[in-house]
């Protein structure tokens, strides 16, 4: 059984799918998402500014879709969370990978409360034409004190994945003991914190494999692993394919999207 469950399976079975299937782009799936009550999705455009957001962002906003599309976050959420999510939309139109990422967002009310943001870029890396994006609430008030403490934690984690923390001194910067801060960790990614951080790694490492020209050595060290040999072995447990196998994946589908 792996490590990590498999990072990117929805990348890896869409070259599958019946052309016709395909082609039907979104529109299907963006229909389903009208009727998840606990989680908020969008579309935005390579700007930021919204081309679709689902009942629940709608309904959260209190606005009608006509006074949200075509505006960034930072124009339609209050000013302390906006402008952190029109921020994060550039880092995200310009190569970052965001999965999972612990934040806050309005709940139903417009009260503030703690949620999993998880974004990708659509397009190719140097001609992005914008970005899909879910954000699933934890059912946290936004004063729940370990929450806090793990977003703090885990900010770290997605900051400095190359020469991370060890996990007593992040259990100490989120004011938890260390097994209080494994057992939060667990409770909201599923996953223990060393398997956090790999994930985060790896999610890095495929984001250079498919956008830069770097070696695959190099990319080791750039995303903490100075053993190229376990940098290997952890890729593949999380993906399914070696390095240089991913990179040729990704190049196959840059090259398929092109004809």
């Known amino acids: 059984m792996p490590v990590l469950p498999p990072l990117l399976p929805g990348a890896k079975r869409i070259r599958f799918l019946p052309e016709a299937i395909r082609r039907l782009g979104l529109d299907a799936l963006l229909d389903v998402l009208d009727y998840l009550p606990d989680t908020v999705a969008f579309v935005k455009d390579a700007q930021g500014r919204y081309l679709y957001a689902n009942r629940t962002l ?90 806090l403490g793990l977003a703090a934690a885990t900010a770290r984690i997605e900051a400095e994945y190359a020469a991370p923390p060890s996990v007593p001194e992040m259990a100490r910067s989120a004011g938890l003991s260390v097994t209080t801060f494994e057992r939060q960790i667990r409770r909201v990614y599923g996953l ?29 060290v750039e995303c903490g692993y100075f053993d190229h040999s376990a940098f290997a072995r952890a890729f593949k447990g999380a993906v399914g394919l070696t390095p240089s196998g991913f990179r040729g994946f990704a190049q196959g589908n840059a090259a398929e999207a092109k004809r």
């Open 58 to 147: 709608l309904e959260r906003l209190n606005r009608p879709a006509s006074a949200v599309l075509g505006l960034q976050a930072s124009e339609v959420f209050p000013t302390s969370l906006g402008a952190a999510y029109t921020q994060q939309d550039t880092a995200v139109l310009t190569g970052r990978t965001l999965t999972e990422h612990l934040e806050l967002h309005l709940y139903p009310g417009g009260k503030a409360g703690w949620c999993l943001t998880t974004k990708r870029m659509l397009g190719e890396p140097r001609a992005p034409v914008g970005l899909l994006g879910l954000s699933r609430d934890l059912h946290l008030p936004r004063s729940h004190a370990s929450a």
């Open 192 to 220: 223990t914190p060393t398997q956090l951080l790999t994930r985060t790694r790896i999610q890095a490492a495929t984001a250079l494999l498919s956008q830069t020209s770097l070696s695959v050595a190099q990319i080791a």
